[in-house]
């Protein structure tokens, strides 16, 4: 493979920017788990979460675009879609407080059981409904932010994107300002370090842990949706590719702090860009020392691992992460 194209300006500037947009799913699924697991729920269903908001995000743009809305060229079917995804996840974090927190079930066990229903239910309404590769949705334009893109280099690698893309970053220091600049926030971490204290201060923890979860997963199933209507426009099974599992691990990376969730996930996205374009120089320069396909694909997920070897401390984690609070118990 011919190395002198990789370090060149015009394939790293292509590289960032598809990795930036390619991290956006990852972002706002670690983003949903941060404020969860700030509650003191451990929430590992966010494979399924994103499978479902993926699907219902995907099928209320496709039937919007071929129905109510037929013959416009507005991108109002995408982003009802995107709100449809929103609220499906949503209603799987209402299933997962429901187990968790009101019948205090083991987490793991109800986060696998998330995961298992999600995948199982989305992949069996998706080949009852719409399995057919040609079933594709028109999702959203590029919109380039006007004089900021125009920067050399930066202007093509920040300001050049989906309107997902600009939200998600948005969405990251709403997330850092809601959990520790507001009262919201304040309730939230406080059921997550001392249920018990925060109970005798009048806190509900049932109603704080629920709002939560619900909220976390609403953003989970938001980044399923930008995937499947923005992204990929389509669903097929097994889009999600790990990324729910990712987007866990990338919360003990971030040390629960959405600002590091940024960093982490971009680095996922980059990865994920690095070994698509180095297949596609490789499929150039055949015959000429390729890189094995199957390391290209395992790329991000082995800097994921990189990036777990990290050290974290105990006093990063909630202290009563993944443990259900029973009133009077401690």
Do not use: C
């Amino acid at each position: 493979m011919n190395w002198a194209l990789v370090f060149q300006w015009g394939f790293l500037v292509a590289l960032l920017t598809a990795g930036i947009r390619l991290a956006v799913p990852v972002i706002l699924a670690t983003l949903g788990e941060i404020i969860t697991e700030q509650a003191g729920v451990l929430n590992l269903g966010l494979e399924g979460i994103m499978a479902v908001g993926g699907l219902a995000g995907f099928s209320a743009a496709y039937l919007l675009e071929n129905g109510l809305l037929t013959g416009t060229n507005s991108e109002l079917p995408a982003w009802l879609g995107l709100i449809a995804g929103m609220l499906a996840g949503a209603l799987m974090g209402a299933l997962m407080a429901f187990l968790s927190v009101t019948l205090r079930a083991e987490q793991v066990i109800s986060g696998i059981t998330l995961v298992l229903l999600g995948v199982g239910l989305s992949d069996y309404l998706y080949g009852k409904g719409l399995s057919s590769m040609t079933i594709r949705v028109t999702g959203m334009q590029v919109h380039p932010i006007p004089i900021l893109s125009r920067i050399p280099l930066i202007g093509d690698i920040l300001f050049n994107h989906t309107p997902p893309v600009y939200l998600t970053f948005f969405l990251v220091a709403f997330v850092w300002w809601l959990l520790f600049k507001t009262t919201w926030g304040l309730k939230f971490r406080s059921v997550g370090e001392n249920p018990s204290a925060a109970d005798t201060s009048g806190i509900s923890v049932e109603a704080t842990r629920y709002a939560a979860v619900i909220l976390g997963a609403a953003l989970v199933g938001l980044g399923g949706a930008v995937l499947t209507v923005v992204q990929l426009k389509l669903y097929r099974e097994g889009i999600m590719a790990g990324r729910g599992w990712i987007a866990v691990a990338l919360v003990i990376f971030a040390r629960w702090k959405p600002n590091r969730a940024l960093i982490g996930a971009l680095l996922f996205g980059v990865a994920y860009s690095l070994q698509y374009r180095i297949q596609a120089l490789d499929q150039v320069n055949r015959g000429v020392e390729t890189i094995p396909y199957e390391f290209l694909l395992m790329l991000p997920y082995i800097l994921t691992i990189v990036a777990l070897l990290r050290r974290v401390s105990r006093s990063d984690k909630p202290a009563e992460l993944g443990l259900p609070y029973i009133k009077g118990s401690r």
